[in-house]
């Protein structure tokens, strides 16, 4: 019977929400450059003027000294999603079971509290700039791992399976050997080219995933990618039905969709093009506040804006290129952004509301279940456990 409970309880685990979640990617460093020092969800939210309904950090496997900082997610006083990328550095294939296992347990930590984790396990898997990127043998088998662990563990955390937009894979000029190539080389003919699926190498399987992710930005309209232009109109939707992974993922394989990042970039350093206002809302008026688009896409239950000014690439000068990709920090771009939002502001769940638990107070921490939580267990299964009894 323990054993039946136990499988009911992690079927729950992943339950989908039934309108979109909004929050953000922040850059909460002290001394991160550019303005915004030490932002907060706390400060975004009072920005925004709504409670985000989830923040997004990231950590590595193992643990090292510097695991994300939960406190933070709590100091809104709301029931906001976790949302935590996880990156398994320095060497993505020795991660021990034990390095697996301290993991699941801080996400139990959490969710034993009340608290709801979508972990976006090894993220963009499929691109070359990621030292465990484009090795799908080796990935696939620490998915596993880590998946059968978060299901013993953390039955409240979801795990995202993530990769990067298909827009100009492989990226580079790939030769794998052995089964790699045996699964990167989908249409058979030999070779890993443009022709290539750039998905499905790496999907780990319906049984083995909760959410699907993606990453989708727009940094101009041509190589090098430094130009200050409104975005062409569909571009989110094109890139959005690369290599058909909303039709394949969402439709056919009914995976709740997550924009796991996504902005547009100003390039601080350019002088010439359009306004960062113009740059912006041509952008997220294709999607985020596009109620044709949202009810179009519905499987996509997740929109996280990235939230960072940082300097990427270089110029043509050699100078690094300064990217502005927020959208909340300066009056004039974030009253346009709210101002489109509150159209569209309906499609959408918040924190500190009781849509996303059912109660406007904020999830503690608790290393245990308590009684009243057992009891609440099996009063929610009872029914359940009746048609599986009357069935036998």
């Known amino acids: 019977m323990l054993s039946l409970l136990l499988s009911l309880v992690q079927a729950q685990a992943v339950d989908e929400p039934s309108k979109v979640l909004i929050g953000a990617w922040l ?4 001394s991160a450059p550019g303005a915004l020092d030490g932002d907060r969800p706390v400060k975004f939210n009072e920005r925004m003027g709504f409670k985000a309904s989830v923040f997004q950090y990231a950590q590595n496997i193992p643990i090292d000294t510097y695991p994300f900082p939960y406190e933070q997610i709590t100091d809104t006083n709301s029931d906001a999603y976790v949302f935590l990328t996880v990156y398994p550095r320095p060497s993505p294939w020795t991660v021990t079971d034990e390095q697996i296992t301290n993991l699941t347990l801080q996400m139990k930590k959490i969710n034993d509290g009340g608290r709801r984790v979508l972990m976006r396990f090894a993220p963009e898997m499929n691109g070359n700039w990621n030292y465990y990127g484009q090795q799908p043998t080796q990935f696939l088998s620490l998915w596993r791992r880590v998946f059968t662990a978060l299901r013993r563990d953390a039955p409240l955390t979801a795990l995202v ?5 298909g827009n100009g894979y492989p990226y580079t000029n790939l030769t794998p050997t052995g089964s790699d190539l045996a699964l990167l080389d989908t249409n058979k003919d030999g070779v890993v080219n443009n022709l290539d699926d750039p998905y499905s190498p790496y999907y780990p399987g319906d049984d083995q995933v909760d959410w699907v992710g993606v990453s989708i930005y727009t940094y101009g309209t041509q190589f090098p990618w430094v130009d200050n232009i409104a975005a062409p109109a569909g571009k ?4 959005l ?4 992974f909303y039709q394949t993922y969402a439709v056919q394989r009914k995976k709740p969709v997550m924009i796991a990042e996504t902005a547009a970039t100003y390039h601080t350093k350019v002088a010439a093009g359009a306004t960062e206002l113009v740059v912006k809302q041509s952008w997220w008026r294709q999607y985020i506040t596009n ?7 519905s ?6 804006m990235f939230e960072f000014r940082k300097d990427e690439e270089v110029l043509l000068d050699g100078s690094p290129d300064n990217r502005d990709f927020r959208i909340s920090n300066k009056s004039e771009i974030r009253n346009a952004f709210l101002q489109d939002f509150e159209q569209v502001k309906s499609k ?16 503690q921490v608790t290393s245990t279940p308590t009684k009243s939580d057992a009891y609440g267990l099996i009063v929610h299964l009872f029914p359940i ?3 599986l009894f009357i069935n036998q």
Do not use: H, M, V
């Open 241 to 244: 039905n690369q290599g058909g």
């Open 291 to 297: 109620s044709t688009f949202l009810d179009t896409y």
């Open 236 to 239: 989110f939707e094109t890139i």
């Open 27 to 30: 850059d909460t460093a002290d």
């Open 299 to 304: 499987r996509i239950k997740l929109i996280c």
């Open 348 to 363: 959408y769940l918040f924190a500190g509301t009781g849509q996303l638990t059912g109660s406007t107070t904020t999830p």
């Open 385 to 387: 456990l009746f048609i």
């Open 161 to 165: 399976w993530a990769p990067s937009s």
